[in-house]
């Protein structure tokens, strides 16, 4: 859970965790199954599938990445397994966002001797506004494909640390990348506006938010503002009423890590649409709606348009 204090509970199962995978390294070193192609290539190690997909962009052919949460997982809270420190143990770099998000991934990196970057250095945060997150930055940065930009120059350093012959490659793959990230970017703002002006609000389940409505100038408004008990409390709810009434927001929206339920509710009680699934902290698998960063804020994109619109029958 993404809680500022950590209970006795959350204590002893990370202590649970590090013995377990400790004593698993000591005993499986010699005759681990291989979870990376034993090639001789570098492994990267991401916390959650968006990075892994904008890292395997970036590495090419020279390098392993994956993932340590699977596509679907609730990523703030999750709690890693003796499994993930052990492959992750074998890496030779180890990257996270930042900003708060992997609450449990401090401890988890302090349990392992790997190398890690944090790719979202050098973005400039927002602010979370509301509740008992206040004043600490929002960490959803990468749902900025401008931002994303910058998460590319970052892994372009780390992989040439650890691949230097890999430079000139890294380079290029990041800057055909980044003509990619500029046109979702771009049909991202074109899309918005042909929202009415009056129509131009996010409303989604987390806050999750803030950096997309930035760059698409739109209003963002949210139940909770970060993913932690996943339960939205009565007042949230009935301010979210409020706000959806009193701006007479025609379709509300919830992500697809989270229950909905607290969404429906919202648009029961007002009569806005209930606009779809958005993606944000997990992709989909490889056969769902958003296996790549690309697709998910092409898909985010699409969401929100046809759901404020009334177009598309959501
Ligand atoms: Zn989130």
Redesign the pocket.
């Given at each position: 859970m993404w809680k500022i204090g950590e209970d006795g509970r959350a204590r002893l199962r990370w202590s649970a965790v590090i013995v377990a995978a400790v004593v698993t390294l000591g005993v499986v070193t010699a005759c681990a199954p291989q979870d990376f192609p034993d090639d001789g290539k570098p492994v990267v190690v991401t916390t959650f599938t968006v990075l892994a997909d904008i890292a395997s962009v970036v590495a090419g052919d020279r390098i392993h990445v994956r993932s340590i949460t699977k596509p679907g997982a609730e990523?703030?809270g999750y709690e890693p397994t003796p499994g993930d420190m052990r492959r992750s143990a074998k890496a030779d770099l180890i990257i996270d966002n930042g900003l708060h998000?992997e609450s449990w991934f401090t401890r988890f990196v302090q349990a392992l001797d790997v190398p890690h970057v944090v790719v979202s250095d050098g973005v400039t945060p927002i602010d979370i506004a509301s509740d008992a997150y206040a004043g600490k930055p929002n960490?959803?940065a990468w749902m900025s494909p401008l931002n994303v930009m910058i998460y590319v120059d970052n892994m372009v350093r780390a992989f040439t640390r650890i691949d230097p012959d890999g430079r000139a490659e890294f380079e290029a793959n990041a800057a055909s990348y980044k003509k990619k990230l500029q046109a979702v970017h771009d049909d991202l703002v074109t899309s918005l506006r042909t929202v009415p002006r009056t129509q131009r609000a996010l409303v989604t389940c987390?806050g999750?938010f803030p950096y997309l409505t930035r760059d698409a100038g739109i209003a963002e408004r949210y139940i909770w503002p970060?993913?932690a008990e996943q339960q939205a409390t009565p007042k949230q709810v009935s301010a979210t009423i409020d706000y959806v009434r009193d701006n007479q927001v025609p379709a509300v929206f919830c992500?697809s890590?989270v229950s909905n339920r607290p969404m429906k509710q919202v648009a029961s009680a007002t009569g806005a649409r209930f606009g779809g699934t958005l993606y944000?902290?997990s992709l989909s698998a490889a056969d769902g709606p958003v296996p790549t960063y690309l697709d998910l804020i092409r898909h985010d994109t699409t969401t929100i348009v046809s759901g404020l619109t009334g177009q598309g029958n959501r």
């Open positions: 990523i703030h998000l960490p959803h987390e999750a970060v993913n992500e890590t944000v902290d």
